[in-house]
Every structure is written in C-alpha cells, then in structure tokens.
C-alpha cells in the first residue's frame, strides 16, 4: 500500500461522496456545506465544479449518462453536459429540518441513501431505497446516517448510525432488509462513509480519526489507511483497475485546526492491493 497524496486541494467545508464515473474516466464528489459538485479526471489533472441548488449528499451516475443527487428536499436529476439540475422526486416533506447525506448504487440499479437532521441534534434519519421510481423506507431514527453499501455476495448490507460511532449490518435479499445488528464500533473517530473492497472487506472513513478503518467481513478490525489530516468523509475505489482509493475530507467542525492542517477539505488518493468493486449505474 502506498501513502496517501493529495491530489486536490479544494478546500471543502463538507466533502462527502467519492464515486468513481469509469464511462468519463473520472471521480465525483461533493461538498455538501459548500454546495458544490466536483469533479476529478486523473488521466488529464482536470478539475471542475458546479454549484448545487441546496445541499448535496451525493451525486451517483445513472444508466443514461446522467447524475441522480441527493440534495436537500428530494433527488435531482443533474445532466453534466448542459449543467442543469432537476427534481423529479421529492422527499421527506414532513422533515424540512433534515438533509440528505450518503448514498450506493446497488447491482440490481436500485438506489440507496441516508437523511439526516441537518444540525445534527435530532434523530430524524431515515434510510431509503429508490426503484424505478418507487420509494421505500427500510429503517428509521437515525441521528446522522452514512453509506450505505453491500457485501461483495449482496447478502449483507452495512449502514452507519454515525453519531454512536457504530457500524450496522443487515440480511439482504431482493431489496429487503431484516436481522438489524452492530457490524463494529469506531472508538477513534466516528463512522463516516463506507465503501467495499472485492475481498469483502469494509473501508470506513473516521471523522476526526486521521484515516479509513479496514474491517474483515466477521467484524473484526484488521486495520487502518492512515491520512494527514483528521476528517476522512468517506473512502471510493477508482481507477481502471480499481485499486486507486480516493478519499474526501472536511474543515467542518475543525476551522480552528486549518492552520496546522491546511489541507483539511482536499481530496485524497493512495493506492493499494485489493481492488474495489465496480461503481453500478442506478436504473431510471
């Protein structure tokens, strides 16, 4: 495993959702404080952003070239050649004081994300599956969610109730969810976002724990990518091989340590052995 290198210094107040775009050869991630999409073409250097209409969770590719994001209020359909954002799905207009935050692409197409209450003090959280235009919430009473993401056979699915620092895992099949359990706990930072490697083996980023903490599929922690800065939000593999592992952090939370950290809110990168699992395209 290499060390990891900042390969953007973009300063985000909130970075969240790494994702790897193969089609454009390219990662997605947002800052969900800033309002801002961005993007990275490793083969090129290029960077480019968009501003978002409110705060984004995340921004996954769909089957038609398009970007599904999850901005506050409902999902947005973002087309990266004209720029434009549109809602077709609202959400959670019953909870104005909650945001969106994280998402996965499934094999199957489907959609799955966190809300969250947006000051972080109320445990509004819901955890949702999007189908073909059918909604579906599958848990509830979450403070600030994470992921989530799927265990290499699909059978599992992981879930982060990140203000308890706790990792859950759930049976899955065809969409469904039962046998709610703690997966582990992370006692050196708190359990941002997921992501799976094709071993089974789970990548979690630690807010405020200097890196990614790497769990076997039985729970155990067999160890840890270390970052130069604290707040790791969420850890994506990329690259043509999918061995390249991009990692987004944040100031939030942490202005008072910029001046020791100045990289605080960069993206990330460090390349390792295991390769990640293809990034899948959500079915419209």
């Not at 590719?61 to 398009?66: I, K």
């Not at 949702?128 to 265990?151: A, I, K, M, Q």
């Not at 997921?194 to 724990?209: E, I, K, T, W």
């Not at 020791?260 to 390349?271: C, I, N």
Request: net charge negative; proline share 6%.
């Amino acid at each position: 495993m290499g060390k990891a290198e900042l390969i953007w210094d973009v300063q985000a107040e909130l970075g969240e959702g790494p994702v790897w775009d193969a089609a454009r050869g390219a990662v997605w991630f947002v800052d969900i404080k800033g309002r801002k999409l961005h993007r990275y073409t490793p083969a090129t250097g290029g960077k480019r952003s968009w501003d978002t209409p409110d705060q984004t969770g995340f921004a996954l590719p769909a089957e038609d070239g398009s970007l599904i994001c999850g901005v506050r209020g409902g999902l947005y359909r973002f087309d990266p050649e004209e720029g434009d954002f549109s809602r077709f799905q609202p959400l959670e207009e019953d909870r104005p004081q909650n945001r969106l935050n994280d998402g996965f692409v499934a094999p199957d197409g489907s959609l799955w994300f966190g809300s969250m209450d947006d000051s972080e003090q109320v445990e509004t959280g819901a955890l949702y599956r999007w189908f073909r235009g059918e909604l579906t919430r599958h848990d509830d009473g979450y403070g600030v969610t994470n992921g989530p993401c799927l265990s290499p056979d699909g059978r599992t699915l992981y879930h982060h109730d990140t203000l308890k620092k706790t990792v859950l895992a759930f049976d899955h099949a065809d969409g469904l969810l039962s046998n709610k359990r703690v997966f582990a706990v992370t006692e050196d930072g708190y359990a941002d976002g997921p992501s799976m490697d094709a071993a089974g083996v789970l990548h979690v980023g630690l807010f405020n724990g200097w890196g990614v903490a790497r769990f076997a599929p039985d729970g155990t922690r067999i160890g840890k990518i270390d970052v130069p800065v604290q707040t790791v939000t969420k850890a994506a593999f990329g690259g043509p091989d999918l061995r390249d592992l991009y990692m987004t952090t944040a100031w939030l939370g942490n202005a008072d340590k910029r001046a020791e950290q100045p990289t605080l809110g960069g993206l990330y990168r460090v390349r390792v052995e295991t390769p990640g699992l293809p990034q899948n395209r959500i079915k419209l």
